[in-house]
């Protein structure tokens, strides 16, 4: 027995302390050298480990789990947590005392204060060290015992309560976090372990059930390791003082009223997963849009691409592609407007853009079928393209009162046409008969899915040129598939005339239009949140989202984050959209602003709590203003940024955690939530009424706003002229 001057210590035997600590190290193998196969192997499981634990589906950190349950020892001492299987219950822990230690307390058999206490205790049966009950079981005993349980055959033992026999004069004996045992005798140099410094005559199963309590697990705190947990707030998201607080060294308070206190600690510290979630889209979204659509040239200027194409005069030319740059390293604007960027001809019906359309149409009603002589191939084009050498042009404009046969109709005579490779007379589907649909308008004309054998001359010949759309503006001219595909156009195989394609459809991508003349991709404010110009672009968003997004969704949770978050980008692009119609625009930046708005709100909800308010708030403005200096670059949007601002700020006010300094204080910010909510709500509906229903085409001067041209071409990515630069062939 251990002298009565040196208090005593029990052994708790844990899985987490191996046998070899009380008799030194083992001796460690020599590991053979692993092959390249192994290797491979061994880097294939680690990058297989580490995504899992990205997603949070791979093994559990000691250290994570840790700082968790020192989390849920805060919500348990704030009264958050119910007794259920082992755990603590809110009346004890909102006392800031463990409920187990209560009991012994009241039982006699511990002391609050962690004095000696007598009264009886276990009773402690003569166990030798070398005891064999913890000798782990035999596959075939395992198996055994399974089946006799199943069956009914094996009735589980009743645990014996303990008999109190004597004293003891040493505090009950506990465990840390990571299961080691802290201030035991037998743990120092040259002190024997005494065969009564162990279980109180604990059964087998008694011992089993508390290594099993041991295993902490994210649902409920073991009753062992309740008593030893420290409480760290460290890691905890705090009113007032996130990440930019530290960044910058913010001062609280230290003397903060009773009231308040109570309410900075119910304030929740919730996980990141909208962060995590947007933030993985986002890199998807940007691998997936590189690898099919590949990067522009990079840079700011104009690149222009030459090759010997063959064009419609059947001859080998050099042919010029011209393509804007891409500082940051991504795809090309007529690409990303593919993908979804916000770009107003997709959204609604722009006047200009039908203007031009227009236009194209009555040029198409001039052209004629250009034939070669020598019936090598038929182009659709006006009398001025066409060569009075080497080809006829065939044409009902001036064909008088005897017109040919390609201009006559069943009740008139057409004076527009023909059409190469199409005429009614010879379509079977739909039939000629249809006048109401082969109208005298060759624009109207549809596509004839089952032509007739005809050896008229514009019927017969080879056709050189088909419609290719191009460009960003809904360009269509006749080409050959060669000269298309080296411009990057859209090229139509089976149609005859530009009228009889959409190409504006085709440029915008996505999901087809209701109607072929009313754009209604409305859809694409959404989804420009989730693209970037660049790989700078992106690598932007990233840092701004991990650092300091992640640190404001700790603090209101993942539904408010996420309804800043997307409301604020909605109303950014849209009023973008509105004031400069013809720019492409991509990635996240009214969210961003909408997010450092919510910076603002907290230092002015926490106005009280700081030291210094009025400094906090002036390095927010600081901040504030070099990101928006940013917004001068090309491809980045300063009205994105200047109306997500304003919208995150209303909504932040109106969502964000705070707390309240009185009754009058209180009263201020429940009226100030619901003006805000108000406002965003008819913000918006402004928004979308200036720009469906008023639509601002032009605004001189707003293009400042968003781009200066420090170069002579500096702005050129953002600067759209509307206009044709090539028609027909």
Same mark, same amino acid.
């Given at each position: 027995?251990?002298?009565?001057?040196?208090?005593?210590?029990?052994?708790?035997?844990?899985? !987490?302390?191996?046998?070899?600590?009380?008799?030194?190290?083992?001796?460690?193998?020599?590991?053979?050298? !692993?092959?390249?196969?192994?290797?491979?192997?061994?880097?294939? %499981?680690?990058?297989?480990?580490?995504?899992?634990?990205?997603?949070?589906?791979?093994?559990?950190?000691?250290?994570?789990?840790?700082?968790?349950?020192?989390?849920?020892?805060?919500?348990?001492?704030?009264?958050? &947590?119910?007794?259920?299987?082992?755990?603590?219950?809110?009346?004890?822990?909102?006392?800031?005392?463990?409920?187990?230690?209560?009991?012994?307390?009241?039982?006699?058999?511990?002391?609050?204060?962690?004095?000696?206490?007598?009264?009886?205790?276990?009773?402690?049966?003569?166990?030798?060290?070398?005891?064999?009950?913890?000798?782990?079981?035999?596959?075939?005993?395992?198996?055994?015992?399974?089946?006799?349980?199943?069956?009914?055959?094996?009735?589980?033992?009743?645990?014996?309560?303990?008999?109190?026999?004597?004293?003891?004069?040493?505090?009950?004996?506990?465990?840390?976090?990571?299961?080691?045992?802290?201030?035991?005798?037998? $743990?120092?140099?040259?002190?024997?372990?005494?065969?009564?410094?162990?279980?109180?005559?604990?059964?087998?199963?008694?011992?089993?059930?508390?290594?099993?309590?041991?295993?902490?697990?994210?649902?409920?705190?073991?009753?062992?390791?309740?008593?030893?947990?420290?409480?760290?707030?460290?890691?905890?998201?705090?009113?007032?003082?996130?990440?930019?607080?530290?960044?910058? %060294?913010?001062?609280?308070? !230290?003397?903060?009223?009773?009231?308040?206190?109570?309410?900075?600690?119910?304030?929740?510290?919730?996980?990141?997963?909208?962060?995590?979630?947007?933030?993985?889209? $986002?890199?998807?979204?940007?691998?997936?849009?590189?690898?099919?659509?590949?990067?522009?040239?990079?840079?700011?200027?104009?690149?222009?691409?030459?090759?010997?194409?063959?064009?419609?005069?059947?001859?080998?030319?050099?042919?010029?592609?011209?393509?804007?740059?891409?500082?940051?390293?991504?795809?090309?604007?007529?690409?990303?407007?593919?993908?979804?960027?916000?770009?107003?001809? &997709?959204?609604?019906?722009?006047?200009?853009?039908?203007?031009?359309?227009?236009?194209?149409?009555?040029?198409?009603?001039?052209?004629? &079928?250009?034939?070669?002589?020598?019936?090598?191939?038929?182009?659709?084009?006006?009398?001025?393209? =066409?060569?009075?050498?080497?080809?006829?042009?065939?044409?009902?404009?001036?064909?008088?009162?005897?017109?040919?046969?390609?201009?006559?109709?069943?009740?008139?005579?057409?004076?527009?046409?023909?059409?190469?490779?199409?005429?009614?007379?010879? &379509?079977?589907?739909?039939?000629?008969?249809?006048?109401?649909?082969?109208?005298?308008?060759?624009?109207?004309?549809?596509?004839?899915?089952?032509?007739?054998?005809?050896?008229?001359?514009?019927?017969?010949?080879?056709?050189?040129? #088909?419609?290719? =759309?191009?460009?960003?503006?809904?360009?269509?001219?006749?080409?050959?598939?060669?000269?298309?595909?080296?411009?990057?156009?859209?090229?139509?195989?089976?149609?005859?005339?530009?009228?009889?394609?959409?190409?504006?459809?085709?440029?915008?991508?996505?999901? %087809?239009?209701?109607?072929?003349?009313?754009?209604?991709?409305?859809?694409?404010?959404?989804?420009?949140?989730?693209?970037?110009?660049?790989?700078?672009?992106?690598?932007?968003?990233?840092?701004?989202?991990?650092?300091?997004?992640?640190?404001?969704?700790?603090? =209101?949770?993942?539904?408010?984050?996420?309804?800043?978050?997307?409301?604020?980008?909605?109303?950014?692009?849209?009023?973008?959209?509105?004031?400069?119609?013809?720019?492409?625009?991509?990635?996240?930046?009214?969210?961003?602003?909408?997010?450092?708005?919510?910076?603002?709100?907290?230092?002015?909800?926490?106005?009280?709590?700081?030291? !210094?308010?009025? $400094?906090?708030?002036?390095?927010?403005?600081?901040?504030?203003?070099?990101?928006?200096?940013?917004?001068?670059?090309?491809?980045?949007?300063?009205?994105?940024?200047?109306?997500?601002?304003?919208?995150?700020?209303?909504?932040?006010?109106?969502?964000?955690?705070?707390?309240?300094?009185?009754?009058?204080?209180?009263?201020?910010?429940?009226?100030?939530?619901?003006?805000?909510?108000?406002?965003?709500?008819?913000?918006?509906?402004?928004?979308?009424?200036?720009?469906?229903?008023?639509?601002?085409?032009?605004?001189?001067?707003?293009?400042?706003?968003? =781009?200066?041209?420090?170069?002579?071409?500096?702005?050129?990515?953002?600067?759209?002229?509307?206009? #044709?630069? $090539?028609?027909?062939?």
């Amino acid at each position: 027995m251990a002298s009565s001057s040196e208090p005593l210590s029990v052994f708790i035997p844990d899985k !987490s302390v191996p046998s070899h600590d009380l008799h030194g190290p083992p001796k460690q193998p020599t590991k053979p050298k !692993s092959t390249v196969g192994q290797k491979i192997k061994s880097m294939g %499981n680690t990058i297989g480990r580490k995504s899992l634990e990205f997603f949070g589906l791979g093994e559990r950190d000691p250290q994570e789990e840790k700082k968790w349950l020192q989390r849920r020892a805060i919500m348990m001492k704030k009264g958050r &947590c119910k007794l259920k299987d082992g755990t603590c219950t809110t009346s004890e822990m909102s006392k800031g005392v463990s409920p187990y230690k209560r009991a012994r307390v009241e039982s006699g058999v511990d002391s609050a204060d962690g004095d000696v206490v007598d009264g009886p205790m276990p009773q402690e049966p003569d166990i030798d060290q070398s005891d064999k009950r913890f000798k782990k079981e035999s596959v075939l005993q395992m198996t055994i015992n399974g089946i006799l349980k199943v069956t009914g055959l094996k009735k589980e033992k009743k645990h014996k309560p303990f008999s109190r026999v004597h004293s003891r004069s040493f505090k009950r004996p506990r465990t840390s976090l990571d299961g080691s045992i802290k201030n035991h005798p037998w $743990q120092q140099e040259g002190v024997p372990m005494s065969s009564d410094e162990v279980f109180f005559g604990l059964t087998k199963e008694e011992i089993g059930e508390k290594q099993r309590m041991d295993e902490v697990d994210s649902k409920k705190i073991p009753k062992q390791t309740l008593d030893s947990v420290s409480i760290d707030e460290t890691d905890q998201r705090k009113l007032g003082r996130g990440i930019i607080g530290r960044w910058f %060294n913010r001062r609280m308070n !230290s003397q903060v009223d009773r009231k308040v206190q109570d309410q900075l600690e119910k304030v929740h510290d919730h996980r990141p997963y909208f962060t995590y979630w947007v933030t993985f889209v $986002q890199i998807v979204v940007f691998i997936v849009s590189v690898s099919v659509y590949g990067f522009a040239p990079v840079g700011v200027e104009t690149v222009d691409k030459k090759a010997l194409i063959l064009k419609t005069s059947l001859t080998q030319e050099y042919s010029v592609s011209k393509e804007r740059g891409n500082m940051w390293i991504g795809p090309r604007q007529e690409d990303l407007i593919h993908l979804g960027a916000k770009y107003s001809p &997709c959204m609604r019906r722009d006047d200009n853009i039908v203007a031009l359309l227009e236009g194209d149409k009555a040029e198409e009603r001039t052209t004629g &079928c250009c034939i070669n002589n020598d019936k090598s191939g038929c182009l659709q084009t006006t009398k001025d393209k =066409c060569s009075n050498v080497a080809a006829f042009w065939a044409s009902c404009s001036n064909a008088g009162a005897d017109p040919p046969d390609y201009c006559r109709s069943v009740t008139f005579n057409r004076t527009q046409g023909p059409v190469c490779g199409l005429d009614p007379v010879h &379509c079977e589907q739909p039939s000629y008969l249809h006048e109401s649909i082969w109208k005298n308008d060759i624009t109207a004309w549809p596509i004839c899915k089952k032509p007739a054998p005809s050896s008229e001359a514009h019927m017969s010949c080879d056709i050189i040129g #088909r419609p290719c =759309c191009h460009g960003i503006q809904g360009e269509c001219f006749l080409t050959t598939r060669e000269h298309c595909d080296f411009i990057r156009g859209h090229f139509h195989e089976d149609a005859f005339l530009c009228s009889q394609v959409s190409c504006l459809d085709d440029i915008c991508g996505m999901i %087809n239009f209701a109607h072929p003349d009313h754009p209604d991709q409305v859809y694409r404010l959404w989804i420009s949140l989730f693209l970037h110009a660049g790989v700078f672009h992106l690598l932007i968003t990233i840092l701004f989202q991990v650092f300091v997004m992640r640190d404001i969704e700790k603090l =209101c949770g993942a539904i408010r984050i996420a309804t800043i978050y997307t409301l604020s980008g909605i109303a950014g692009n849209l009023a973008s959209a509105t004031f400069l119609p013809y720019q492409v625009e991509v990635g996240p930046a009214g969210s961003q602003f909408g997010l450092l708005a919510t910076l603002f709100v907290e230092v002015i909800q926490s106005w009280t709590l700081l030291r !210094s308010p009025c $400094q906090e708030i002036g390095k927010l403005i600081g901040i504030l203003v070099v990101l928006f200096m940013l917004g001068f670059l090309p491809w980045i949007d300063n009205y994105a940024h200047l109306i997500g601002f304003l919208v995150g700020f209303m909504l932040s006010f109106a969502m964000l955690p705070y707390v309240t300094f009185g009754p009058s204080d209180k009263k201020r910010k429940i009226i100030g939530t619901i003006l805000c909510l108000v406002t965003v709500v008819v913000f918006l509906v402004l928004l979308f009424l200036l720009f469906y229903v008023v639509g601002v085409y032009e605004c001189k001067g707003c293009q400042y706003l968003n =781009c200066i041209p420090f170069t002579a071409t500096f702005c050129d990515n953002m600067k759209v002229t509307i206009g #044709r630069s $090539q028609k027909f062939s």
